[in-house]
T-cell receptor, first 112, second 113 residues
Framework: GENVEQHPSTLSVQEGDSAVIKCTYSDSASNYFPWYKQELGKRPQLIIDIRSNVGEKKDQRIAVTLNKTAKHFSLHITETQPEDSAVYFCAASWTNAGKSTFGDGTTLTVKP | DAGVIQSPRHEVTEMGQEVTLRCKPISGHDYLFWYRQTMMRGLELLIYFNNNVPIDDSGMPEDRFSAKMPNASFSTLKIQPSEPRDSAVYFC???????????FGQGTRLTVV
């Protein structure tokens, strides 16, 4: 089955700096890669996703890049703010899988 | 739509008791997922349904866990008998299709003492 590895497990940045979280996946059939943000005590919520026919996607301060050849994808957050502090999960799935395989999560702390 | 609705929000029970967690998915969503989240093991998929049919229950830890989806608007996750190591936050999520956004419920925080 699919295996998703996520790094780093914790990340601390100063407000205004950029943050990058990386994930690798094992199943070359995977073609959907969502990112979820989970604030303390809250539910995970989708912040951005990318499909395999696209190499990069951007939404304001967040962007995701995908390298299908290397089987890795990354989340980039620019101009970080304290409210970006949360746990971020990457995931991977393929069309007929029905389910996504999640990474172990990255705890991002943005220091004011 | 009110989103995915789970009940109860919190549950405290004694070891050996039966626990039933409930979930109402978003109307029209064909997929329903049950996850367990702990500090040690992260977010684990326990089981998921497509059109009310269980598709993959390989994540269910042991026979003490069972899940049902009697209709498109309701699912239950039952633990019998419960054990302290079952203490976790249990999330239900639903999605319209495979490879689309999963919408999570608020979760049920289960504590088994």
């Amino acid at each position: 089955g699919e295996n998703v590895e996520q790094h780093p497990s914790t990340l601390s940045v100063q407000e205004g700096d950029s943050a990058v979280i990386k994930c690798t996946y094992s199943d070359s059939a995977s073609n959907y890669f969502p990112w979820y943000k989970q604030e303390l005590g809250k539910r995970p919520q989708l912040i951005i996703d990318i499909r395999s026919n696209v190499g990069e996607k951007k939404d304001q301060r967040i962007a995701v890049t995908l390298n299908k050849t290397a089987k890795h994808f990354s989340l980039h957050i620019t101009e970080t703010q304290p409210e970006d502090s949360a746990v971020y999960f990457c995931a991977a799935s393929w069309t007929n899988a029905g389910k996504s395989t999640f990474g172990d999560g990255t705890t991002l702390t943005v220091k004011p | 739509d009110a989103g995915v609705i789970q009940s109860p929000r919190h549950e405290v029970t004694e070891m050996g008791q039966e626990v039933t967690l409930r979930c109402k998915p978003i109307s029209g969503h064909d997929y329903l997922f049950w996850y367990r989240q702990t500090m040690m093991r992260g977010l684990e998929l326990l089981i998921y349904f497509n059109n009310n049919v269980p598709i993959d229950d390989s994540g269910m830890p042991e026979d003490r866990f069972s899940a049902k989806m009697p209709n498109a608007s309701f699912s239950t996750l039952k633990i019998q008998p419960s054990e302290p190591r079952d203490s976790a936050v249990y999330f239900c999520a639903s999605s319209l299709h495979p490879n689309t956004e999963a919408f999570f419920g608020q979760g049920t925080r289960l504590t088994v003492v």
